[in-house]
């Protein structure tokens, strides 16, 4: 049996290749471990309390003392040309008055079903201690 030489100049190649696995095994150890974030947990309200709204202000839920809403009802609704569905899964919400310190018309649009059968219910506006409030527009099965 004839034994296999090996040069020198392979093994010196092979020890200079391991060298830099080496290198970079040791430079991602030194690298500081990765840890989360850590945020404190969200102050949930209790029962007594009410939610805390995120805007600069609450929203009027309900006309009461110092709500700046309509006193008068809005406007008759406009007609709307309704165009074409632009998918099956898409449903025509129609426009609406909203308040703005002054009665805007904001248009009616197409928006996707979020379930199957799903159908729109408009939103109104309701009168309610002297003033208006809005009663948002919902989903229903």
């Known amino acids: 049996m004839k034994a296999r030489r090996i040069s ?3 093994v010196a190649d092979a020890l200079h290749r391991a060298s830099y696995l080496v290198v970079l095994g040791m ?7 990765a840890t989360a974030q850590q945020y404190p947990p969200p102050a949930y309200p209790g029962p007594a309390q009410p939610p805390v709204y995120p805007g ?6 309900y006309a ?6 309509p006193t008068g009802a809005p406007p008759p609704l406009q007609q709307e040309a309704v165009p074409p569905p ?11 008055w909203s308040w703005a310190g002054r009665w805007v018309w ?3 649009r197409y928006v996707a ?7 729109w219910v408009p939103g109104q506006w309701r009168p309610r201690h002297g003033s208006w409030v ?4 919902h989903w229903r099965r």
């Open 8 to 10: 020198t100049r392979s």
């Open 27 to 33: 430079l991602l150890a030194s690298l500081p471990r």
């Open 56 to 61: 600069p202000a609450q929203p009027p839920a």
């Open 64 to 69: 009461g003392p110092g709500y700046g809403g």
């Open 86 to 96: 632009p998918g099956a899964a898409m449903v025509w919400t129609p426009g609406y």
């Open 106 to 108: 904001v248009p009616g």
């Open 113 to 119: 079903r979020p379930y199957a059968h799903a159908v």
């Open 134 to 137: 809005w009663v948002p527009g």
